[in-house]
Every structure is written in C-alpha cells, then in structure tokens.
C-alpha cells in the first residue's frame, strides 16, 4: 500500500491510502484543500482508502479517534485490517465516541470551527514568523498546522565561544536564559544534532477566548497583529523572548 496526502506516488496498480487528518488545519483556502483532499478518490476511487481523525482539526488531541473509509473493491484489505485492529482494541471509549457524534451530527457547525480555528492560526503564525525573520531566524511560512520549523543557524559563530554546537545545547541554553522551550529536530524531525533547528509551537494561548473573540469577527475579514496581541499575549510573549535572546546573541 502506498500512503500519501496528495496525488504524488500514486500508482494505479497499487492499494493508495490518502491521509486527510490535517488537511483542514490549512490556514488559506481550506475548501481547496479539502478538494486536494478528495484528488487521489476523484483519480482512483476503487483502490483508494481515505484516512481522517479527530484529533487534528477537532481539536481533540489525545482523544486519536480515527475511521478509514474503504472502496467495495478492497474489501478483502478492509476484513484483513479488521481482523488486525480486533486484536489491539475493542473500541473506542465511550466519551471519545459521544464527542465523536456531537461533532459529526453538526457537520456545519463543526466547518464553521474549523475555519475560526484555521484563521486563528494563520495570524498568530504570520506574527511569529515576521518577528523571528526580522532577526535573521530563517523559517519557511506555516501553511497549516501549529508549528514553525526554525533555524537558528545564524548564532553559531557566537555560541561556538561558549561551547555550543550542537541544537540541544543551544535550546538547554535558551531555557536558562529566557525560560522558552523549543523542541530539538534532531531526535524527533531526524536532523542532524549538529544542524540548530527546531520546531516552535505556537499555541501558547487560551484557545477559548480567541475562539470567542474570532466569532464576533466576519469569517471573511483576515486577523491582524492587533487580534494576536490582544487575544494571544502568550505567544506573543514567547516570541519576542526569542527575538530579544537572538538579538543579544548575535551583538
């Protein structure tokens, strides 16, 4: 079986499972990418199994519920993958699937979240990332998601003095510093422990008030810097922790 999450590495000839639980975190156009979404079914829809959760776009993180829908045509994969899961769980549990019919049984309202949630993210993403390019962080602009892959390449001369070469060094030393945590590529991203990058969450925030503070804004109108400032200080703060060390590192 192939697994992908668009069209490329598709094979007509080999069993493809289409991967759709992030596709509505993307932060622009997310009924374009929910068509994205559908490419490998509108191709290949007798050999193509869609794969979708919860956990991601719900919000639901920790909860891992997750379904995958098979064409009648890979039945005999369909029992197989039964008869396998029958032997690791039973069930989900009985809250996790009371959420589950909540959000199913009001798919608009659950659209409806899902784009606040998507445009809450974009603003504080382009925040973070226009503060930290300014101070020479290099990072490519977050499309979807909650994260920024960062490098912080441009403070190795300077750390190299004190002894720090390798990326666990360098964020065990932002933490004394600034008590900011960023989480290493080396063990979990498979990046070289030589190489400073990292991946920078940036959900430090009350996800209930920006959620609240969103509805009352037209799903048409985009967020700007006044709505992270004010709806997520957090994140704010965190970020300009990290401005501030990187640019007394590199005086």
Not at 152 to 177: N, S, W, Y
Request: hydrophobic share 40%.
């Amino acid at each position: 079986m192939i697994f992908c999450e668009c069209l490329h590495g598709m094979h007509a000839d080999a069993p493809t499972c289409s991967s759709a639980v992030r596709h509505a975190c993307v932060h622009t156009c997310v009924r374009a990418c929910m068509r994205v979404c559908s490419c490998c079914l509108q191709v290949c829809p007798e050999n193509t199994v869609l794969s979708s959760g919860l956990s991601k776009w719900a919000s639901a993180g920790g909860w891992r519920l997750g379904y995958q829908a098979y064409p009648s045509q890979l039945s005999e994969l369909s029992n197989a993958v039964a008869s396998a899961a029958s032997h690791t769980y039973t069930s989900a549990s009985a809250p996790i699937q009371q959420a589950a019919l909540a959000i199913y049984s009001n798919l608009p309202a659950a659209k409806e979240y899902s784009r606040h949630c998507t445009r809450i993210l974009a603003a504080v993403a382009s925040y973070a990332h226009r503060h930290l390019s300014a101070c020479r962080v290099k990072a490519t602009p977050a499309v979807g998601g909650y994260y920024l892959f960062v490098d912080l390449e441009v403070v190795r001369p300077h750390m190299a003095k004190l002894g720090i070469t390798t990326c666990d060094q360098l964020f065990c030393r932002i933490m004394d510093d600034v008590k900011l945590a960023l989480l290493p590529a080396s063990p979990g991203l498979l990046r070289p422990e030589s190489e400073l990058t990292a991946r920078l969450s940036f959900t430090d925030f009350d996800g209930s008030a920006a959620l609240s503070a969103s509805k009352s804004i037209p799903l048409s109108t985009s967020l700007g810097d006044d709505f992270v400032e004010s709806e997520c200080p957090r994140a704010v703060e965190g970020v300009q922790r990290l401005v501030k060390w990187m640019s007394q590192a590199c005086s």
